[in-house]
Each structure stands twice: as C-alpha cells, then as structure tokens.
C-alpha cells in the first residue's frame, strides 16, 4: 500500500490490531520475559484457586514465539523478578482494582504497566538485594539461605508455588 508521502508501506497498523488468543497488544519487539510476566499475573488474576499459571505462561508464549531453551531459561527467570514486583510494589492490587472485573482492561492495564516499567533496573534491583551489598557474590551457604528466607516470606504470603518449592527442599534434605 502506498501512502499520501509516496513511502510503500507492507502493512498499515492501527491502534486496534491485537492479538485475539492474547487480547493485548502485539508484543512486536517486546522481551519475552515481559510477554511471559504478564500472562503469568493475568492468569493469577483470573484463574484464582488454580495453580501453575507461570509453568502455562512459559510454556504458551515460548510455542508462540519460537524460543529456545536456553533463552526460555533466562526469561523465566526474568518474568519471576517482573512477577515478584508487581506483588511487591503493589501495582497488581492497584491494577486489579482499576480492571474492575473486566478482563481486557486487566489485560490491557497489565500490558501497560509492563511496558511502563525497565526490566533492567528490576533486575538489577534483585540482584541488589540478594547479594544485600555491591561486588562480589556470597557464599553458595549463604545464597541458599537468603533463597530459602525468600521462599518462606512468598508461602507465608500465600503463594502456592513457594510452598510446593518448600515442600521439595524438605524432601530433598531428608533423603540426604
């Protein structure tokens, strides 16, 4: 199609295209570990009572865009410290109550909140506090304490999945 400046344009976009499977915005040029952290969180927001809304997350935004393992690895990590965020910062509750029930205003809040924010400096914030100093990394011994004292204060805040890791941790060290 060519347009009114002579330039030929393959597609002409408009502000309505979307995704239909994902009623959001098309995640062209987007970190996967955004795309996986929201549908993870609209999942969590929606599908309250069920678990394994991160596992299904991954798994459906990796077969839609084709990511590797080892990329999928790294962003699953990333979309936890997105997830983490949003709970900690309160943006999910503020979220939730802007949506008012509707899921595409959900959708479409969550995707701009995540579009809003730097990954970047998320990342570099956890780090931060898990290292709880610049330079250098601590003791195998002490990060897997501080992982351990994470997981606790995630069951003890009602998350499924930090029990379950808990319950495998316990299981694991009683068979040593």
């Known amino acids: 199609m060519q347009g009114s400046n002579g330039v030929t344009m393959d597609k ?6 979307h995704d239909d499977n994902l009623g959001r915005a098309t995640s062209q040029g987007r ?3 955004k ?9 969590e927001l929606t599908e309250q009572g069920s678990s394994g809304h991160f596992d ?12 590797s393992a080892s990329t999928l690895k790294r962003c699953a990590s990333e979309a ?4 983490a965020y949003a709970h900690e910062s309160g943006a999910l509750q503020q979220i939730r109550a802007r949506a008012d029930g509707g899921e595409w205003t959900l959708r479409q809040d969550l995707s ?9 400096a998320i990342l570099k914030q956890r780090a931060l506090r898990l290292n709880r100093r610049r330079g250098g990394r601590p003791s195998t011994c002490t990060r897997t304490l501080r ?7 995630f069951a003890r805040a009602g998350h499924a999945g930090a029990a ?7 299981a694991l060290i009683a068979e040593t």
């Open 112 to 120: 701009a909140w995540l579009d809003e924010i730097s990954l970047p």
């Open 164 to 170: 379950d890791e808990l319950r495998s941790i316990r």
């Open 80 to 83: 936890r410290a997105l997830i």
């Open 56 to 67: 299904a997350a991954a798994a459906e935004v990796a077969a839609e865009r084709r990511i």
């Open 31 to 33: 970190s996967f570990a």
């Open 35 to 43: 795309d996986i952290a929201e549908l993870a969180l609209f999942l």
């Open 147 to 153: 992982a351990v004292e994470e997981l606790v204060e």
């Open 12 to 17: 002409v976009l408009y502000p309505a295209d």
